[in-house]
């Protein structure tokens, strides 16, 4: 079974601050990463994409990916109650990505 | 450059129908994949096409199917509804390069409930 774990949340944290959000996958064979953003009753859009060991930084996102612990990340800087939503991390190789569950993020203002 | 398209938005139907959702994806992607989300299993992969082929496959029973037209527009059957079928149905474009890595943008999705 090739799992992709989040924890569930509500992760609150108060505007102007760092969220962090954390995901493990059991795929080691996964090559592609994605972060995507769901707002209530949408669909998932896409945050930041990483393929190499490190970070990736793009505006207030930074992606990271740790491919020995299996681990990715995402940082949130400056957070605006607009970056309410829920966070999903996939993973996979070729075009059938393994989701998590999801994150809910909470910007309280 | 106009998104991802699926029609329709909502969808009501009966235990023992079938349904068929379409999607039009972002222009000169090849590749459709097509997702099921529910609450209580989130995002699932159902299957993937490419040049009107099924290049990849979920753990879904056979009663899911779907193919893709040569214009790459794309379309998922559910034969034999069963209650459990209701979610939110999203398909997802991408260029559909070989190695696999692109960007999949997904569709708005179709809310289907089964009664």
């Known amino acids: 079974q090739k799992e992709v774990e989040q924890n569930s949340g509500p992760l609150s944290v108060p505007e102007g601050a760092i969220a962090s959000l954390n995901c493990t996958y059991s795929d080691r064979g996964s090559q592609s990463f994605f972060w995507y953003r769901q707002y209530s009753g949408k669909s998932p859009e896409l945050i930041m994409s990483?393929?190499?060991?490190g970070d990736k930084e793009d505006g207030r996102f930074t992606a990271q990916l740790n491919k020995a612990s299996q681990y990715v990340s995402l940082l949130i800087r400056d957070s605006q109650p607009s970056d309410s939503a829920t966070y999903l991390c996939a993973g996979g190789t070729g075009y059938a990505l393994n989701f998590g569950k999801g994150t809910s993020l909470l910007v309280t203002p | 450059k106009a998104g991802v398209t699926q029609t329709p938005r909502y969808l009501i139907k009966t235990r023992g129908q079938q349904v068929t959702l379409s999607c039009s994806p972002i222009?000169?992607?090849?590749?459709v994949s097509w997702y099921q989300q529910t609450p209580g299993q989130g995002l699932q992969f159902l299957f993937e096409?490419?040049?009107?082929?099924?290049?990849n496959k979920g753990n879904f029973p056979g009663r899911f199917s779907g193919r893709q037209f040569s214009n790459s527009r794309s379309e998922m059957n559910v034969s034999t509804l069963e209650l459990g079928d209701s979610a939110l149905y999203l398909c997802a474009s991408s260029l559909g390069g070989a190695r696999g890595t692109e960007t999949q943008y997904f569709g708005p999705g179709t809310r289907l409930l089964v009664l």
């Open positions: 222009s000169g992607h090849r590749s």
């Open positions: 096409y490419f040049s009107e082929t099924q290049r």
């Open positions: 990483i393929y190499s060991n």
